[in-house]
């Protein structure tokens, strides 16, 4: 028990630092907007959630994941 920690710890903490170099380089790709992806725009503020993004590739994970591990 006392060796599964530290590996939960580390994996967690690169998962982390993976997820913050990824969402700052995703407004460098100009992804398209999807249908169903959420853009407001104001004079000095930007909100952008992609929903249907998100969907789409939690499936396509998802589908690859499945592949792998069976």
Same mark, same amino acid.
């Given at each position: 028990?006392?060796?599964?920690?530290?590996?939960?710890?580390?994996?967690?903490? &690169?998962?982390?630092?993976? +997820?913050?170099?990824?969402?700052? +380089?995703? !407004?460098?790709?100009? $992804? !398209?907007?999807?249908?169903?992806? &959420?853009?407001?725009?104001?004079?000095? @503020?930007? @909100?952008? @959630? !992609?929903?249907?993004?998100?969907? $789409?590739?939690?499936?396509?994970?998802?589908?690859? +994941?499945? &592949? @792998?591990?069976?």
């Amino acid at each position: 028990m006392e060796d599964i920690i530290p590996k939960i710890l580390v994996t967690t903490g &690169v998962i982390l630092i993976l +997820a913050g170099l990824l969402i700052q +380089a995703l !407004p460098k790709l100009k $992804l !398209p907007l999807l249908p169903g992806d &959420v853009l407001i725009q104001k004079d000095n @503020f930007t @909100f952008y @959630f !992609p929903i249907t993004t998100s969907i $789409l590739l939690s499936i396509i994970l998802s589908l690859i +994941a499945k &592949v @792998f591990w069976k």
